[in-house]
């Protein structure tokens, strides 16, 4: 699935949203924003470094980002000192900028880099043998700061005690990690602290590459979240299956985002074909909405209310399972029980009592 359909997908939505009433169209939009910050306006993640550099860039990269990868990272050339694309096979792709060592010729370049493109996290590196009582020299800003030490535990103490005794420090240091070997418990805790700080759009590149289950649960909750109150508020709309293919457009989308959060590639074909294992295909949709429907006008002022809350109950069913099948690792099977359980348990929440 290619950006120009995300963005036909998103201009779709859009448009609908503007013909809902005014108390339905504002949370709708604002339901779309972290859809289209984690999907749509998805970027690579962008590291300004800084400090010692007698730690090769490659070394470093290979120890944080690829501790499990088998294959050579690929590098885009370009001069030093500049925005550099780093992308880790199997996982994804990273925006290095190594300004170590740089010196005052190339201070203008960086910054011209650092206005046209900010860096999302800031790595001051020491090499366990710096002169710490020395002024550390960290660019000004707002930007979250994490050193990395190569020497021991007390001199990740004595880094962390210098950073935070500068005032344009302090407040922006998120913390010092230790470097010691591949798949250490420090990088992995480091990988799961930068998928919690990066920003929405750099968030999913860095959850591919880190592999983080915790941040892969959290953005799939969030996903989840907010297709199932969108489609719960396509569904209220009372016109007659004029909602169904948006609706399915929508789940198929929230289920290609589950398996990419995974690790896989974007597919809709996929996801569509996941969907209809589930037994969840547009047919049964479409029986099951309009079925409600017609079953509920005996119910005045219930029905597109009703309605709104299955839709809303399919989604959240679908999207329970496929987090449970594309990052749990259950099987199809359990994956199903998982579908069934959830959108009854929903759904019985959705029928009004009569009196």
Sequence with gaps: MNQTTLVQIAERLEGLAGKLPEKIRRPVLRELIPLKQLFLQQRRPRFLFIGSSKRPMPEIIDVLFAPDSHEGMNVTLTPVHRWTEWTIPGHGTVSILDARDAGDSAETQIQDDLRREPADVVFFFDDGESNLNEPIGVPQGETKIIGLSLGSARRVTELEQALDAQPNVRDRLLTVVRITEKQS?????????????????????????????????????????????ICAAIGAQPIPLADLPVLTTLQVLMVSGIMYISGRERSLRAATEFIAALGANVGVGMLLREGTRAMLKF????????????AGAGTYAIGRAA???????????????????????????ALPAHE
């Excluded at 119910?299 to 299955?310: D, I």
């Excluded at 987090?323 to 929440?349: C, D, P, V």
Aim: overall charge positive; hydrophobic content about 40%; some cysteine.
């Design 185 to 229: 418990a420090e990088t992995r805790r480091l990988m799961s602290l930068l998928a919690a700080e990066l920003p929405n759009q750099a968030k999913i590149e860095m959850i591919r590459i880190s592999r983080d289950r915790h941040a892969q649960l959290h953005v799939a909750q969030m996903l989840i979240k907010s297709t199932t109150a």
């Design 299 to 310: 119910f005045p002022g219930w029905g597109n209310v009703v309605c709104g809350m299955v």
């Design 323 to 349: 987090t449970t099948y594309f990052l749990e690792g259950a099987s199809l099977k359990e994956a199903k029980q998982t579908y069934l359980k959830s959108r009854r348990k929903r759904s019985r929440h």
